[in-house]
């Protein structure tokens, strides 16, 4: 028994421990608090473990920990989940989408896109826009931009049809740049008004 | 390929996902329409810039053996499972916990920090977890044929505690698809870093599917 339990400690640390980093830093981009980012990755790596059995020899693993680490995150901040109301959302899309056809694409206003994000936007400005968006989306957005992960895999890592995770993905990155926006609009850096009551 | 199609296929093309054929269309259309070129400009500057920004934080120091420690220390699902099989070890492991730990920690109710097991009661909901996580409906749950799916309990703050096998009155629980989605009010000990709920009493609340 001891022999079984020390092969199979050892296979899954082979197969999952490597993926430590990218499981703290999407914990982290979920959670915005390192302590808590450690719990969850610390919670995964227990679920996955008791659940290795479920998990199909040869199958992508880092999906496979990246959905187990999700749901770990859905299930303990349940309590806590707020929704956007989606007509705001939609306003915000909408106000960005006007502000990036009126002042990038017909009058070039000084200011580049890389520009805001880099100079105009702070470290902590830029986890709170992650953070403001709704959570499908953000996972959808950072397994995509952070972790590169193709729609298959981040389809696979959600337990969602391909279908969803584009859209998924084509909303926040709107979203995401939306709220960026929103910031640099606050600092003066673009001149068009974010304001999503217009 | 016109603008229309541009727009909805820009992301798809930044992600690697486009056909060959798709990807050389649209760069085709972005050099013929200066709109579209622009959008296309902006939003690989965008992307790029946003990739930078969000950039990996290395892993914290001493979190790959605080992990290592947890593992050493759990037991895997299969392991649970031959444990379960063979009833006389698990009434003697039973018999020993009730004994050394748990006995004691119902009498006073408090932290047996030495072990972080303590006595807790409340109102939970059994989960088949994946299925939950998945977004299923209690009624799906139900209706889920995997053996692999083992039900939880969920708290009302959303904590989930795993159902433990060294009580044969509560062992049915875990795999029962029909209790998912039931209420129940428990009594057992907390075994803390395994979250796992070693129930003394169990009250189920609405115990027919109807009043669900």
Redesign the interface.
């Known amino acids: ?1 001891e022999q ?2 020390h092969g ?2 050892a296979e ?2 082979e197969v999952a ?1 490597p993926l ?3 499981l ?2 999407l914990a ?2 979920l959670t915005r608090n ?1 302590k808590d980012a ?1 719990d969850l ?3 995964t ?2 679920r996955a ?6 998990y199909q020899r040869g199958t992508h693993v880092k999906a496979w920990l990246f ?1 187990i680490l ?2 770990t995150f ?6 806590a989940k707020v929704r956007p109301d989606e007509v705001e959302l939609d306003k915000l899309e909408t106000a960005y989408e006007k502000v ?1 056809d009126k002042q ?2 017909h009058d ?1 206003q000084p200011a ?3 520009a805001i ?2 100079d105009g ?1 702070l ?1 902590g400005e ?1 986890e709170e826009a ?1 953070a403001a968006i709704p959570e499908e989306y953000r996972t959808v957005v ?1 397994l ?3 972790q590169e992960m ?2 298959k895999e981040i389809s696979h890592a959600l ?1 969602i049809p391909l279908g969803t995770v ?1 859209s998924r ?2 909303r926040g ?1 709107k979203l ?2 939306a709220k960026l926006f929103e910031y640099a609009h606050r600092k003066g850096i673009i001149r068009s008004t974010m304001d999503v009551s217009e | 390929m016109n603008c229309k199609n541009f727009k909805e296929w820009l ?2 093309f930044q ?3 486009l056909s060959s054929e798709r990807e050389e269309a649209l760069l085709e259309h972005a050099d013929a329409c200066p ?1 579209c070129g ?2 296309l400009e ?1 939003e690989a ?10 950039q ?5 120091v001493g ?2 053996s ?3 420690g ?3 220390n ?7 499972s ?1 444990w379960f099989q063979r009833p006389f070890v698990a009434a003697v492991a039973a018999s020993l916990l009730l004994a050394v730990l748990v006995i004691p920690s119902l009498r006073d109710g408090e932290w047996l920090s030495f072990r972080s097991v303590r006595a807790v009661s409340g109102t939970v909901t059994v989960v088949d ?2 299925c ?4 299923r409906t209690y009624e799906q749950q139900r209706r889920c044929k995997n053996h ?1 799916h083992l039900n939880t309990l ?1 708290t ?5 505690w ?1 159902i433990s096998l060294d009580d044969e009155r509560f062992r049915g629980l875990l795999t029962d698809t029909e209790m998912r989605g039931r209420r129940m009010r428990v009594r057992g000990n907390l075994f803390g870093p ?2 796992t709920l070693q129930l003394v009493e169990a009250e189920v609340l609405n115990p027919s599917v109807n009043e669900l």
């Open positions: 028994m079984v339990t199979r400690k899954f640390e421990l430590l980093n990218p703290f830093n982290l981009n390192p450690e990755v610390q919670e790596y227990l473990y008791r659940f290795f059995d479920s959905r999700r749901n859905i299930n303990r901040y349940r309590a990036v990038f694409l070039r580049s896109p890389e994000v880099m936007v470290d830029v992650i950072l995509a931009l952070v193709s729609y337990s584009m993905l084509h990155r995401l740049q | 992301y798809h992600q690697n996902e709109p622009l959008t902006f500057t965008m992307l790029a810039t946003l990739k930078k920004r969000l990996p934080t290395a892993t914290p979190l790959e605080r992990v290592r947890v593992i050493e759990a037991t895997p699902g299969r392991l649970s031959s977890p994946i939950e996580k998945a977004g692999a969920v009302d703050d959303g904590t989930e795993n395994i979250r």
